[in-house]
């Protein structure tokens, strides 16, 4: 059975899973990246579930972010994911991306801001102190450095919380940047932007945070999922985000039916180059066993 089209941003493991019919839960996705150390989100959802019946109030979960952020709350605006930050941004202040390959949202104007994600997606290497942008997108600097965010002065950041606490379904992202450029994406973004539901775990979430531990733990399993594929003969390139590029062309069409997902960088302008998400150690042994039966 043929496997669907690769999507433009990896998570499509759903739809691989019904091609090939199994459970989605019995699919290894590592076609997205997020934070393997993450404490199940699922047991604090379920302890906010009146909240559904409420309409969203954003103060209080904007005041604590910029709280953790170390920034005045005016310059904090809570998105339903980073791609809404992305979006707003763009919307307020255009711009152009630093160099190809770069994250396929991000802006491809002539003119305007520079934006540059950091680390470098897709290669995963953080930014060097010479290098220069307008718009920072922090998605994975937080797993990457163990810190919230590079603290740049006089320019806009776009995160995504989603990352870090591995909850895409929850939709948590934000954008970072002076005040005028808050209030102008603010005025932009539809109200209720964030669900309640979303607004009320975050505290919980922020709680949980322990961005030392995590950094350090998805070093450790980077360095072993890159051992664990070197020693199957595969070519990979490792930077410092949760995730490793490897140099093998039909290796998503050669795993899936094994139980395991992995993006495939034809939309970054890398044919036959495969991104492979940093896993939990069950997932390193998942993986593991996929690759013996290759």
């Given at each position: 059975m043929s496997l669907p089209p690769a999507g433009e941003h990896g998570g499509d493991g759903p739809a691989v899973a019904a091609a090939l019919g199994l459970d989605p839960a019995d699919l290894l996705d590592l076609s997205q990246n997020m934070n393997p150390l993450a404490p199940p989100v699922a047991p604090l959802v379920s302890r906010h579930l009146d909240a559904l019946g409420r309409y969203p109030d954003d103060r209080p979960a904007t005041a604590l972010l910029a709280g953790v952020l170390g920034v005045d709350r005016e310059r904090v605006l809570l998105t339903n994911g980073g791609s809404e930050a992305i979006s707003l941004v763009t919307a307020v202040l255009g711009g152009r991306v630093r160099g190809e390959p770069e994250f396929g949202l991000h802006p491809r104007g002539q003119q305007g801001p520079v934006w540059r994600t950091d680390p470098h997606s897709p290669t995963g290497h953080l930014a060097?102190?010479?290098e220069h942008a307008d718009v920072w997108d922090e998605a994975f600097y937080a797993l990457a450095t163990?810190?919230?965010t590079a603290g740049r002065e006089g320019v806009v950041v776009v995160g995504s919380l989603t990352k870090t606490f591995a909850c895409p379904g929850l939709r948590l992202g934000y954008v970072l940047a002076d005040p005028d450029v808050v209030g102008r994406c603010a005025a932009l973004q539809p109200h209720w932007s964030v669900s309640t539901l979303a607004l009320a775990v975050l505290p919980d979430l922020l709680e949980s945070a322990d961005l030392?531990?995590?950094?350090?733990?998805?070093t450790t399993l980077r360095a072993e999922l890159t051992d664990l594929l070197r020693g199957h003969g595969l070519t990979v390139s490792a930077g410092d985000a949760p995730w490793v590029l490897v140099?093998?062309?039909?290796?998503?069409?050669?795993?899936?039916?094994?139980?395991?997902l992995v993006r495939d960088c034809r939309s970054f302008g890398l044919p036959g180059?495969?991104?492979v998400a940093v896993p939990d150690a069950a997932g390193l042994?998942?993986?593991?066993?996929?690759?013996?039966?290759l």
């Open positions: 060097g102190p010479d163990g810190r919230w030392p531990a995590w950094s350090a733990g998805v140099d093998e062309p039909g290796l998503r069409e050669r795993l899936a039916p094994h139980g395991v180059v495969a991104r042994d998942r993986l593991s066993a996929a690759l013996d039966r």
